[in-house]
């Protein structure tokens, strides 16, 4: 399936909006499951979205109404875009894909939100 490259992280100010993408090179097959983790310092990695390849979704409760992620149809391309950010947004965001016997994990791109 290839490597998962992502693209878009940055600094932006509390309120501001950035967006987030991320691709899977040399890829021949769907990966059913595509979405985004995030990591803090001192934290364990979280959820902070989902999407199958039919287009069902799945937020954490801290982005919803914020966020919103999606996937381009056919392709294993998806994106986030995050909204209203707040400084506890702050972390290193990696994409994730799940097919039913692998996991893969992108390079990860910070995020720096700004009070």
């Not at 979280?46 to 937020?59: F, K, P, Q, W």
């Not at 400084?87 to 097919?99: I, K, L, Q, S």
């Amino acid at each position: 399936q290839g490597k998962l490259v992502e693209s878009g992280g940055g600094l932006v100010q509390a309120g501001g909006s950035l967006r987030l993408s991320c691709a899977a090179s040399e890829s021949r097959y769907s990966i059913p499951l595509l979405g985004w983790y995030r990591q803090s310092p001192g934290k364990q990695r979280e959820l902070v979205a989902d999407i199958t390849s039919d287009g069902t979704t799945n937020y954490a409760d801290s982005v919803k109404g914020r966020f919103t992620i999606s996937r381009v149809i056919f392709t294993n391309t998806v994106h986030l875009q995050m909204n209203s950010l707040k400084p506890e947004d702050t972390a290193v965001y990696y994409c994730n894909g799940r097919t039913a016997t692998d996991t893969y994990w992108g390079q990860g791109t910070q995020v720096t939100v700004s009070s």
